[in-house]
C-alpha cells in the first residue's frame, strides 16, 4: 500500500455556550470500514511509539488531547508525515501495510484509534526499526 492513500479527512464540529461536540465517525461515511476496535494511546513529550503496521486493519486516528506528529513509510520507501493536535478537527484514515509511528510534540498527548478489525497479535507486526528509521526511546 502506497502512503499516497493516506487521507486526512476535516470534521464537523458544533459549538455551544458550554463546549465543542466533534463528530468522530459515523458508519454512513464511505472509508468507514466496519467496527473492531478503539484504543487510547497516551504518548508522552518527545516520546514515539510505533514502528507499527496492520496487515489487514485500516486505522482511523484522531488527535483527543495535545499535539502529535504522525510519521508514516511504505514499502516502497515513500513517507509522508503529519501533525495533527486537539484544535484541528481532522482525522488521519490509514489503510493496511503502512508502517507508522507518533510523537507527541506536547506535555502529553493522547489519539484515539479506531481499527475495523478486533485486535489479533498475527495482524500486526512491530519494529524499533524499519528501513532508514528508528525509534529510539
Known sequence: ???????????KYFTSPK?????????????FKGFGEIYFNKINHKKTKGWILHKKNTCIFYCIVGDARFHFVDSFK????????DKSHKIIIVPPKIWFSISSKAKHSIIGK???????????????????YSIKN
Not at 500500500?1 to 470534521?11: A, F, G
Not at 463528530?23 to 464511505?30: D, G, L
Not at 515513500?78 to 493536535?85: V, Y
Open 1 to 11: 500500500m502506497k502512503v499516497s492513500r493516506i487521507k486526512i479527512v476535516k470534521r
Open 78 to 85: 515513500k513517507e509522508k508525515k503529519i501533525t495533527l493536535n
Open 114 to 132: 479506531l481499527i475495523n478489525f478486533s485486535h489479533k497479535d498475527n495482524e500486526v507486526l512491530k519494529s524499533q526499526k524499519i528501513k532508514n
Open 19 to 31: 463546549g465543542k461536540v466533534l463528530k468522530y465517525i459515523s458508519k454512513k461515511e464511505n472509508y
